[in-house]
């Protein structure tokens, strides 16, 4: 299972989403939402972690994918239990049926996911592209995204090797094209010494 450390958005001003795992299932996509922790009652409740900023995504009749092989089971119901949700799904009736589904991820498809407003980025997007100063001058290709709690930090691994952490400001992201997979960055004074 993928580590669910990383957020969704990353924003040029480093705003945060806790909604980022991307997990690549053959053809398709996905990225988590929730978590199933424990059945709650005798009808098939299971109470829910939410990893996501767009909990109104998980409404009846959504379609859901649960764990790593990415079973798909359908929202029958739902209703707010203390910070996350209460889940019943069709597939899944009683306890006995969701007795033994504790800690499993819940994933939607990545063509699924909201669209942000302009300037944000889902991180998956960003990851692989190729970064360049101002100049033109390829620094490298975008490998890793750091969370450090101030700012996001973009790890660029260049061709010859090492590698340049580069801070998710505005200062230093002057623009990201996600049809090229291309980055333009401003390097402040020192950046280029820090990953060395």
Known sequence: MSSPR???????KAAKSPEDVFTPSGDLAFVLVATLRRPHGLKGEVAVA????????LQKGTRLYM??????VTIASRRPHGDGLLLAFEELAGL?????F?????FVPVEDRPPLPEGEYYQHQLLGMQV?????????TLTEILSTGANDVYVVRPAQGGELLLPAIQDV?????LAEK???????????EIGK
Request: hydrophobic share 40%; charged share 25%.
């Open 6 to 12: 990383r957020r969704l958005a990353a924003r040029r």
């Open 50 to 57: 939410l990893q996501t900023d767009f909990p109104e995504r």
């Open 67 to 72: 764990g790593e092989d990415h079973i798909p």
């Open 96 to 100: 006995a049926a969701v007795n033994s």
């Open 102 to 106: 504790r800690n499993v991820p819940l």
């Open 132 to 140: 360049v100063e101002e100049g033109g001058s390829i620094l490298g």
């Open 173 to 177: 992201v002057q623009q990201v094209m």
């Open 182 to 192: 291309r980055m333009v960055v401003r390097l402040l004074p020192g950046l280029r």
